[in-house]
C-alpha cells in the first residue's frame, strides 16, 4: 500500500513536470497577450472609423472578433509572467480580484458589442467597450513602452 | 462718448465680482486641473481631497496634503489670500515655500477670478480630518529656503497674459495647458534640479511621473503625436482612445475620467488647438524595439 502510494507520488511528480513542459514559457506568455492586446486595439480602431461615420461598413466582424478573443484575458496573466517586457502593473497580481473583475468586465462589453445592431446601438456598445479598456489600464497598466 | 461702452463693461463686471465667485465654475476648474487626482490617496481608499497620496519622483517621495475645509488638518482655517498666495507664489499661509511637486508653477498661471471659484468650491467639499504625511526627502532636500533658489531659476509667477497675435480659441487652450490642466507638469522632462529642460516643452519623459513613460505630446511626426489629426487628439482627449485603437491608461486615464472628459466641447478643441500648435520636438522616450513595433502599427 504504501509502496503503491509513493509510486503514485513519482507518478505525480513525472506528469507535473510534463504539464510544466507543455505549459507556455511565461515569456512566450507575454509575448502572446501583448499580441493579442494589439489585436484588440486594431480591431478598436477599425470598428472605431466605422461606428464614426468615417468609412462605410458594418463593425461586425470586428465585433465578433473581438468577443471571441477576449473569453479570458485574466488568464493572459498568470503567476510569474510580472517581470520582462510587461507594461503591467504589479496590482494584476496583487489585487487579482480587481483585476478579474475588470477582465470579466471587458469580456462582458466585447459580448454586448457583438450582440448590437449596427447604426447607434453599435456605436454605444463600442463606447462602453472603450470605456471598459480604459477602466482597466487605468489600475492595472503602466503606460506603453 | 467712445468711452461710455467701456465704462458700462466696467460696471458689468464689477457686478459680476459683487455677486461673488461661483462653485460651480470652481467645480468644473476644479475638475479641469484634475485636484482631486493627486489630493486623493484613491489606491488605499482614501476619502476625496483628504490627501496622503504619495508622489514618488527621483528627488523623494512626497505626499500631498488635506484640501478638505477640515480646521485642524485640512484648509478650514485658511482665508482666500491664504490659498490665493498657495497658488500664485507657492507660500503657505505661515511664509514658507511649497516644493514644486505642488504645481504653483502652472498654477500661478490662473487668472483672478478663476483662483477665487476655485476657493469657493474648496469650502464646499465635506471637511475630512486626516492629519497630513510629512514628505519622505533626503536631509540635503529638506531645508526650505533651497526652494527660494529654485524660485528664483524655475519659477515666474503672473496670470496668463493672452497673446494678443493669436485667436481666442488658441489663448483659450494655452490657458487650459499652461495654468489649469499644467500638462507641462509631467509632459515635459526636467533636470537634476527638478526644472523643465529648455527646449523639450512636452516633449515627454523616459521615467517621469511615477517612475512611469509619459509621451510627447508635440506635433513631431515621428517621436510625437503630429500623426495625429485633429479629429483623433480631440477623440482621444475625451474618451481615451489612441488613433491605433489603444485606451489610455495609468495617470492619463485619471486624468480623462475625471477631468478632460467632463469639459465643454469648446473647451477641448481649444485644447486640442494649441497642443498641435506648439513646436515639435524630436524626442524619442520610448525604446527603439517598441517604437518600431507602433510604427508598424500606425498604419
Request: with cysteine; hydrophobic share 40%; net charge positive.
Amino acid at each position: 500500500m504504501k509502496r503503491q502510494f509513493s509510486k503514485a507520488v513519482v507518478l505525480g511528480g513525472v506528469l507535473a513536470c510534463f504539464a510544466a513542459g507543455a505549459m507556455a514559457d511565461d515569456e512566450d506568455v507575454i509575448k502572446y497577450r501583448r499580441n493579442v492586446m494589439k489585436a484588440y486595439a486594431a480591431h478598436m480602431a477599425a470598428a472605431g472609423a466605422i461606428v464614426q461615420g468615417k468609412v462605410k461598413g458594418s463593425p461586425a466582424g470586428h465585433a465578433k472578433a473581438l468577443e471571441a478573443t477576449t473569453k479570458d484575458i485574466a488568464g493572459m496573466f498568470p503567476a510569474g509572467s510580472d517581470f520582462g517586457e510587461t507594461n503591467a502593473m504589479d496590482a494584476v497580481w496583487s489585487k487579482r480580484a480587481g483585476f478579474e473583475k475588470r477582465a470579466k468586465d471587458t469580456e462582458a462589453k466585447a459580448a454586448a458589442f457583438a450582440k448590437a445592431a449596427d447604426g447607434a446601438e453599435a456605436a454605444a456598445k463600442f463606447k462602453d467597450l472603450s470605456e471598459s479598456c480604459k477602466a482597466c489600464h487605468k489600475d492595472y497598466r503602466k503606460e506603453q513602452k | 462718448m467712445a468711452r461710455w461702452p467701456a465704462l458700462i463693461a466696467l460696471l458689468l463686471a464689477s457686478h459680476a465680482l459683487a455677486a461673488g465667485p461661483d462653485p460651480a465654475a470652481g467645480e468644473y476648474l476644479f475638475r479641469a486641473a484634475g485636484c482631486a487626482n493627486c489630493h486623493t490617496d484613491r489606491e488605499h481608499g482614501g476619502a476625496p481631497l483628504a490627501g496622503g497620496r504619495k508622489l514618488a519622483t527621483p528627488l523623494g517621495d512626497f505626499y500631498t496634503p488635506n484640501i478638505t475645509p477640515d480646521p485642524d488638518t485640512g484648509l478650514g482655517r485658511w482665508r482666500e489670500a491664504d490659498f490665493r498666495r498657495a497658488l500664485r507664489e507657492g507660500r503657505g499661509p505661515d511664509g514658507r515655500h511649497y516644493y514644486p511637486s505642488f504645481p504653483y508653477a502652472a498654477y500661478t498661471h490662473l487668472s483672478d477670478a478663476d483662483i477665487g471659484a476655485l476657493w469657493a468650491y474648496l469650502r464646499t467639499v465635506p471637511p475630512v480630518r486626516q492629519a497630513n504625511r510629512p514628505h519622505a526627502l533626503p536631509w540635503y532636500l529638506q531645508p526650505r529656503p533651497l526652494l527660494v533658489g529654485w524660485k528664483r531659476l524655475y519659477f515666474h509667477p503672473g496670470s496668463y497674459v493672452p497673446d494678443p497675435r493669436k485667436d481666442a480659441t488658441w489663448n483659450r487652450g494655452a490657458y487650459l495647458v499652461q495654468a489649469v490642466a499644467h500638462c507641462a507638469e509631467c509632459h515635459t522632462p526636467r533636470n537634476r534640479l527638478g526644472g523643465f529642460r529648455v527646449g523639450l516643452y512636452l516633449a515627454g519623459d523616459k521615467a517621469g511621473a511615477e517612475g512611469g513613460l509619459v509621451p510627447n505630446i508635440t506635433p513631431d511626426k515621428a517621436t510625437g503625436i503630429g500623426r495625429w489629426s485633429r479629429g483623433e487628439l480631440i477623440d482621444y482627449l475625451k474618451t481615451g482612445m489612441r488613433p491605433d485603437g489603444d485606451s489610455a491608461g495609468g495617470l492619463m486615464a485619471e486624468v480623462i475620467d475625471n477631468g478632460l472628459s467632463r469639459l465643454t466641447p469648446q473647451d477641448i478643441e481649444a485644447i486640442a488647438t494649441y497642443v498641435q500648435s506648439v513646436p515639435p520636438v524630436v524626442h524619442a522616450v520610448r525604446p527603439a524595439e517598441a517604437k518600431s513595433a507602433q510604427d508598424e502599427f500606425e498604419y
